[in-house]
């Protein structure tokens, strides 16, 4: 579905990141550990195609047509700010991101409703951003990136705003989304528990001193789908947030 080979970028002369290798098929869910500064955000803007990379091959899914008939974009992005259109509703701000797509105005309410209702939301389609709770705007991010029903998912630190609780929650909402529309995603995240909840496989990108980062280590989550909330204090996954933090460098890169 998403597949790199050798990729880098480069700002200039200072090179971010180099040698990344990535394959991620149909309806997984990858996600990109690290500490600040390491490139994470830069190598998911290059995947994305909003960056050209100085190296390497990428190959993306093209864009298609979904099974309701509407065009069906390759790539969809959530990032850390909801960043909702704050003079348009929620609702609003829904039916602009779909007729942006494409997509029939007669389909915008089946692919919009189920989502909302899924999250919490089905009373709120009304409300302005700024009416909204943090936790509320990320679920309308949620659903606004999903109603497109995008091939790939990218998605930038989407819960590090709101309360750990709460991203507990939002992070199951997610993983419901995803399975519910079939979306393979690719999340970048600081959170190396979220990063094991959630993937099914994790990369730790880091850098030594000056040098290009790169994946010091693969890690594959073999736990069983759907997550349940126990599966958070599993053994398994204790031991593997273990073997992550082992080997990501213990102070912030530069």
Known sequence: MIRARGLAYAFGERPVFAGVDLEVLA???CAVVGPSGCGKTT???VLAGLLEPSAGSLARPG???APDGAPRPA???????PRLLPWMSL???LDFALEATGCPRALWESRTAPLLERVGLDQAGALMPGELSGGMAQRAALVRALAIRPRVLLLDEPFSAVDPLLREALQDDLLQLLRDTGTTAVLVTHDVGEALYLADQVLVMARDGGAAATIRERVAVDLPRPR???LRHDPRLLAMASKVRGVMPRRRSH
């Open 27 to 29: 309806g997984e869910v």
């Open 43 to 45: 190598l998911l803007r």
């Open 63 to 65: 864009a298609d047509t």
């Open 75 to 81: 790539v969809g992005v959530a990032f850390q700010d």
């Open 91 to 93: 609702r609003a701000n």
């Open 228 to 230: 349940q909330p126990e």
